[in-house]
T-cell receptor
Framework: GQQLNQSPQSMFIQEGEDVSMNCTSSSIFNTWLWYKQEPGEGPVLLIALYKAGELTSNGRLTAQFGITRKDSFLNISASIPSDVGIYFC??????????FGSGTKLNVKP | EAGVAQSPRYKIIEKRQSVAFWCNPISGHATLYWYQQILGQGPKLLIQ????????DSQLPKDRFSAERLKGVDSTLKIQPAKLEDSAVYLC???????????????FGAGTRLSVL
């Protein structure tokens, strides 16, 4: 199967700070999705990206589909305590199968 | 619009016992997925259905896991017999578009947390 390397593994930040995380692979992906998962819940879709170079925002969240099609980035601006959770990237490979990264655990200190 | 429904939310069993999970996808969604999420890891695809046909089950341990989606709507995932390493959250997801489309967004249920003792 395909490997998605997600980093950092965890982050401890102060409320108000900006956050950046990324997902990389040695393979080309057709679609990139970013999800947030809170304890005891399933992943919730944040942003979907379909074209290389695409930059999409959802409130304070901005994600980009890498030009090489092998990576994607998620930024969160002005973090707040409710941003706490695990953020997963997911890439659609060969138009038929999604692979997930191992997640970035975000902790926000008020 | 109702989301993906899963039951039960929690299940505790002893090794070698059997267990079954149920999933009802979002109405009208053609594609249904079962994922296994081990603590500290991302979800791993077990099986993917399009309507009532299996598209991909390459990562399903077929000696003990089985899944069906008989009428192309809800689905069940079964483990028989369970092993300790099956302890995980089992997530069901569905998507509107069929396999092969770029805009194949998956929506997840809350999952079933399985503990095998």
């Amino acid at each position: 199967g395909q490997q998605l390397n997600q980093s950092p593994q965890s982050m401890f930040i102060q409320e108000g700070e900006d956050v950046s995380m990324n997902c990389t692979s040695s393979s080309i992906f057709n679609t990139w999705l970013w999800y947030k998962q809170e304890p005891g819940e399933g992943p919730v879709l944040l942003i979907a990206l379909y074209k290389a170079g695409e930059l999409t925002s959802n409130g304070r969240l901005t994600a980009q589909f890498g030009i090489t099609r092998k990576d994607s980035f998620l930024n969160i601006s002005a973090s707040i305590p409710s941003d706490v959770g695990i953020y997963f990237c997911a890439g659609l490979y060969n138009f038929n199968k999604f692979y997930f990264g191992s997640g970035t655990k975000l902790n926000v200190k008020p | 619009e109702a989301g993906v429904a899963q039951s039960p939310r929690y299940k505790i069993i002893e090794k070698r016992q059997s267990v079954a999970f149920w999933c009802n996808p979002i109405s009208g969604h053609a594609t249904l997925y079962w994922y296994q999420q081990i603590l500290g890891q991302g979800p791993k695809l077990l099986i993917q259905f399009q309507n009532n046909g299996v598209v991909d089950d390459s990562q399903l341990p077929k000696d003990r896991f089985s899944a069906e989606r008989l009428k192309g709507v809800d689905s069940t995932l079964k483990i028989q017999p369970a092993k300790l390493e099956d302890s995980a959250v089992y997530l069901c997801a569905s998507s509107l578009d069929p396999v092969g489309r770029a805009k194949n967004i998956q929506y997840f249920g809350a999952g079933t947390r399985l503990s095998v003792l």
